[in-house]
Structures are given as C-alpha cells and as structure tokens.
C-alpha cells in the first residue's frame, strides 16, 4: 500500500512561482521514478516532469528552462519548483510513483496522488 500526499497549489499571477511537494508513505521496496502529471479542464493528462532514483530528469517541452524537479530518495520525497509562471500551466497537478512493492517484484506499479489545484491569473 502506498499513498501519495501532494501540498503547495494555490493562486498566482503570471509570472509567480509556486514550488510544490508531494511525499510517499507504506509499505514498498523501493521507488524507480517519481513525477508529476497535470490536467487542464477539457484536456488529457500529461506528463510536466520526471525524476528517476538515480537522478536523470526529464521534462515536458513546455515547462523545460522553466519548472526544476528535484527528489530526496531517502525520504520519499519529491518537489517540483515552478517559475515564470503562465496561465496555460492552470492545471490539477498530480504526483506519481513507479513503486517496486516487494524485493520479489517483477513489475513495478504506478501510483497517484488526490492532485493539488494550480491556478495561474493573466
């Protein structure tokens, strides 16, 4: 079992930064990346930004030079700061955890958080 806690959404003009943080909790093995995903209303989820355990990030085209995905392994943890913020980042931003549950696993299982609302004013 594993949940995903996501906290720091909020209003912000455009321009402002918002930095977001979301934590993991269970009973689990070990975790192979951790990312957040966003939804804007009408539209389908998509990935923002990704963080494998061994440090590798990757980030979506539109939020690259902008947005800064950092992970403590040790704690579960993972951030996402967001500056320079736009209204086209108004979204439900959504963690994720690709999470090995057991030292037997042959898979591994994706899990996500309640999301956190973002809303960016012109």
């Known amino acids: 079992q594993v949940q995903l806690v996501e906290s720091g959404g909020g209003l912000v003009q455009a321009g402002g930064s918002l930095r977001l943080s979301c934590a993991a909790s269970g009973s689990f093995f070990s975790i192979n990346a951790m990312g957040w995903y966003r939804q804007a209303p009408g539209k389908q989820r998509e990935l923002v930004a990704t963080?494998?355990?061994?440090?590798?990030?990757n980030y979506a085209d539109s939020v690259k030079g902008r947005f800064t995905i950092s992970r403590d392994n040790a704690k579960n943890t993972v951030n996402l700061q967001m500056n320079s913020l736009k209204p086209e980042d108004t979204a439900v931003y959504y963690c994720?955890?690709?999470?090995?549950?057991?030292?037997?696993?042959?898979?591994?299982?994706?899990?996500w958080g309640q999301g956190t609302q973002v809303t960016v004013s012109s």
């Open positions: 994720n955890a690709d999470v090995v549950r057991t030292i037997r696993s042959m898979y591994s299982y994706a899990y």
């Open positions: 963080a494998s355990s061994g440090g590798i990030t």
